[in-house]
């Protein structure tokens, strides 16, 4: 607990999907209360970036099947709105002694420095910093391939694809795309760009068609290895019937200029090519102050979700990496399981913060997992719990389903209300604006 006279202070580091649910939970919680003068702890959200965007919709960003600036959630409004503050800044170090981190100074594009360096002081600090591109050391893919882990990065690539099939239809040049990695992100990807094609032929870019093609590589022997087995077979069927070429036991060994090297010695051109074939949590958590990490960088953390060597600082989301009991494998990076780490804090925080109560051991429940080829099929799987656990679907329901755990999300943050607004400008949307992303 702070000195007396000290407010407590709950400090946040990465406003991802956990980071920016914990700030606005109890940002809304705690917020009326300073408001009347009266002590409550105190929230601080540390971002190297402006704004947040759901993770799980990047592709579609990448893509410009889906506009950036509607989705947008501005750090700053958001903190004013539900009580909390915001600091621009990345993590660049930790000071558990004094109980401090340390952030970086924040420069302009042009290199003008903005924002110095900074220290702020926490009593309670919750790491949520995500994770980004795994090459496993592929020589090559850092100079030559693109990822797509944040917001920045989606842009970026959107503004790089629409650059590529201008200059594909101006040119008449192949434009060949690429992208390593059968997950969730690879196969929604490959979706959206063959719908991203199909939208722009309809709109004049006739012989696109002809010039585009998309490659989807997997070292492993099937698709979405993490799903059901006749998920991955449906999807890979449905790939390949809309245009997507799809290649398994494809094991990347090297990135070239010109495309990819397989493990077989083969070569796969490709002009603009995508990484999106495993994750591991930010290089700085590998040796942060001495907490406990994994190879993949990530935090070890107790059931608690504490870190191991910290009773002070907290781990949820890709950053982290836990094994529940009797489980083969730690829990997967994902945004279900980042929703409910994020959801064990927010109820348990306050008891902690106030009276000291320990806070209990996490308890994750597999809720099933989506999968959406853009406007053409999606599939899902009920998981393992309940009474239709296992179960698989496709189609409508499975599409619906996948678009309410972004409204779900939404309304998280925005509250009921305005959630079902932000809701309903999106459809409305969809239907005065170009399906694509054209400016």
Known sequence: ?????????????????????????????????????KPAPEITLVDADFAHVWKPILHTIAAGTRDVAQQNLAFVK??????????????????????????????????RLVIPERRIAYDALVLAIGSEANDFGTPGVKDHCRTIDSRREAIAFNHEIRTRMLQSVAFEQPLSIAIVGGGATGVELAAELIQLLDISTGLGAHGLSGLMTVTLMEAGPRLLAGFPEDISAATERRLTAIGIKVMTNAKVSAATEAGFTLADGSEVAASLKVWAAGVKAPGLLADLDGLEAVRSNQLAIL?????????????????????????????????????????HLVLHLPALIDKGTPIPDFAYHDMGMLVSLADYD????????????????????AQFSHEMLYRSHQQKIFGFWRGGIVWFLDWLNARVRAPIKLD
């Open 1 to 37: 607990m702070p000195a007396s006279g000290k407010s407590y202070q709950l400090v946040i580091v990465g406003g991802g999907v956990a980071g920016i649910e914990i700030a606005t939970t109890l940002g809304r919680k705690w917020g009326p209360a300073r408001r009347r003068g």
């Open 78 to 111: 958001q903190a004013r709105d539900a009580g909390f503050a915001y600091q621009a800044g990345a993590l660049a170090g930790l000071d558990r002694a004094a109980k401090a981190i340390v952030v970086a100074p924040l420069h302009a594009a042009d290199g």
């Open 303 to 343: 059931p608690n979700l504490q870190t191991t060597r910290d009773p002070a600082i907290f781990a949820v989301g890709d950053c982290a990496t836990l094994k529940p009991a009797g489980a083969a494998h730690p829990l997967p990076p994902t945004a279900q399981v980042a929703h409910q780490e994020a959801r």
């Open 378 to 397: 999606a599939f899902g799987s009920l998981g393992r719990l309940g009474l239709f656990k296992g179960i698989t679907f496709r189609g409508r329901l």
